[in-house]
T-cell receptor, first 107, second 122 residues
């Protein structure tokens, strides 16, 4: 199984800050990496697929990069509605696996 | 408007069974792979199973293989998860999710239901 290591597990940031979350996989997955946002009590929402492609309706302040084993989700200017937990997920092969999540909290 | 509505969860004793359902609407259900994903209380996401658009291919997480069975009824736009031999560690909110790609699964999830909760407790 492909192991996903997400860091940090939590972070505190202020509105307007640039935030970077990283995801590392235990083997190369090319660009088969997706990012989700989950707010409390809600289902996750797909933000980025194929490492860097925007899901429809996702604000342009979100961006994804990387390939192989190292990936990054960046929020260029954190907005109040961005405080949530973010997960990476590999779609390279089954079993599909998620990172442990990064909780973005208000400083 | 695309909707996924799960049902069938509940409180169940260890070793017992349940059948979860996910009613789909607002898209051509028979053209997309479908997934079950679960989230234990206060924990992260765990993919459970995938079924291909036509039901011919099924894939499972190791943690549920042999105990859970995914199926679908394309004539009634419904996804199922039969969960047998339940254990305390199966306690979770179970989401159904649509695969993002037509026919050939991309193995990511662009629409999710709100989930149905299974609590396994004696």
């Amino acid at each position: 199984d492909i192991q996903m290591t997400q860091s940090p597990s939590s972070l505190s940031a202020s509105v307007g800050d640039r935030v970077t979350i990283t995801c590392r996989t235990s083997q190369s997955i090319s660009s088969y990496l997706n990012w989700y946002q989950q707010k409390p009590g809600k289902a996750p929402k797909l933000l980025i697929y194929a490492a860097s492609s925007f899901q429809s309706g996702v604000p342009s302040r979100f961006s994804g990069s990387g390939s192989g084993t190292d990936f990054t989700l960046t929020i260029s200017s954190l907005q109040p509605e961005d405080f949530a937990t973010y997960y990476c997920q590999q779609s390279y092969n089954t079993p599909l696996t998620f990172g442990g999540g990064t909780k973005v909290e208000i400083k | 408007q695309l909707q996924l509505v799960e049902s069938g969860g509940g409180v169940v004793q260890p070793g017992r069974s349940l059948r979860l359902s996910c009613a789909a609407s607002g898209f051509t259900f028979s053209s997309y792979g479908m997934h079950w994903i679960r989230q234990a209380p206060g924990k992260g996401l765990e993919w459970v199973a995938l079924i291909s658009y036509d039901g011919s291919n099924k894939y499972y997480a190791d943690s549920v293989k042999g105990r859970f069975t995914i199926s679908r009824d394309n004539s009634n736009n419904t996804l199922f998860l039969q969960v047998n031999s339940l254990r305390a560690e199966d306690t979770a909110l179970y989401y159904c999710a649509k695969d993002s790609h037509l026919i050939v699964a991309a193995k990511n999830f662009d629409y999710w239901g709100q989930g149905t909760l299974i609590t396994v407790s004696s």
